[in-house]
């Protein structure tokens, strides 16, 4: 699989080599004001496997370093110091990430009532063990 996207404005790019290791929704606080969302939806790849051009800005969360565009806002990927995961919001992806299924939802104690939860995800009030 070989997936690309990037911010609003397109001084981000990237690309994605190979399937994500798992895909998720997340209804906490800081993912849902980062998402300017009811959630965030996200893929976990190798970050051997992405590949980037353009300058990027930052700031810290719980889960790590949250990475953005610094022109445009653009949320595009997360990833904690050391780790050789990264977190890639699948809304920037260039095509629409339909067969990105998510496999769990965390802190669903913050789910909207009107949401439905996931049929056949795994489910955590907060974060995964």
Not at 6 to 23: A, H, K, S, T
Not at 64 to 91: N, T
Not at 104 to 124: M, N, V
Request: net charge negative; charged share 25%.
């Amino acid at each position: 699989m070989k997936l690309s996207g990037g911010c609003n404005c397109g001084q981000v790019r990237y690309e994605l080599d190979g399937e994500p290791i798992r895909v998720g929704i997340c209804h906490c606080e800081t993912c849902r004001k980062g998402s300017g969302s009811a959630f965030s939806y996200f893929g976990i790849w190798p970050k051997a496997s992405v590949t980037w051009s353009g300058e990027l800005a930052s700031w810290s969360s719980r889960a790590g370093g949250e990475r953005f565009c610094p022109a445009c806002g653009s949320p595009l990927f997360c990833w904690a110091e050391g780790s050789d995961e990264i977190e890639i919001k699948l809304g920037s992806l260039d095509s629409p990430p339909s067969a990105l299924v998510p496999a769990y939802e965390l802190w669903t104690i913050r789910r909207e009532p009107w949401l439905a939860h996931q049929k056949g995800a795994e489910q955590h009030t907060r974060d995964r063990e």
